[in-house]
């Protein structure tokens, strides 16, 4: 069963940065995806960055160029590093994994692609 753990959420001021990052464990395949998600107050979830084991990756446009995401295979953790944080990015931040096993060819941003979610992460940027 997988699990995943996210850590490295915070406050911070318009402009500043944070890497979020997602321990995850119990993965039995080595072809999967996982992504970044985020819901603020009232909104949907967002999926805003993905990645599938072979390294391609997929952003929305309101985080392109701004956020990365990455993956360290040696130690099962995925991160977003975010730079240049605005307002609008405050919200509860997820990272998620899709079924082991699975192929996409293009990295899903769509929630329903996912069916295994951390506890979430508060990001809070001020003004």
């Given at each position: 069963q997988v699990q995943l753990v996210e850590s490295g959420g915070g406050s911070v001021?318009?402009?500043g940065s944070l890497r979020l990052s997602c321990a995850a464990s119990g993965y039995t395949s080595s072809?999967?995806?996982?992504?970044?998600?985020?819901?603020?107050?009232?909104?949907?979830?967002e999926g805003i960055?993905?990645?599938?084991?072979?390294?391609?990756?997929?952003?929305?446009?309101?985080?392109?160029?701004?956020?990365?995401?990455s993956q360290d295979n040696a130690k099962n953790t995925l991160y977003l590093q975010m730079n240049s944080l605005r307002p609008e990015d405050t919200a509860m931040y997820y990272c998620a994994a899709t079924?082991?096993?699975?192929?996409?060819?293009?990295?899903?941003?769509?929630?329903?692609?996912?069916?295994?979610?951390g506890q979430g992460t508060q990001v809070t940027v001020s003004s």
């Open positions: 001021q318009s402009g072809r999967y995806c996982m992504g970044w998600f985020r819901q603020a107050a009232g909104k949907e979830r960055a993905s990645i599938c084991s072979d390294s391609r990756t997929r952003y929305a446009a309101s985080v392109k160029g701004r956020f990365t995401i079924s082991a096993g699975g192929y996409y060819p293009i990295p899903p941003l769509y929630p329903y692609n996912y069916n295994t979610w």
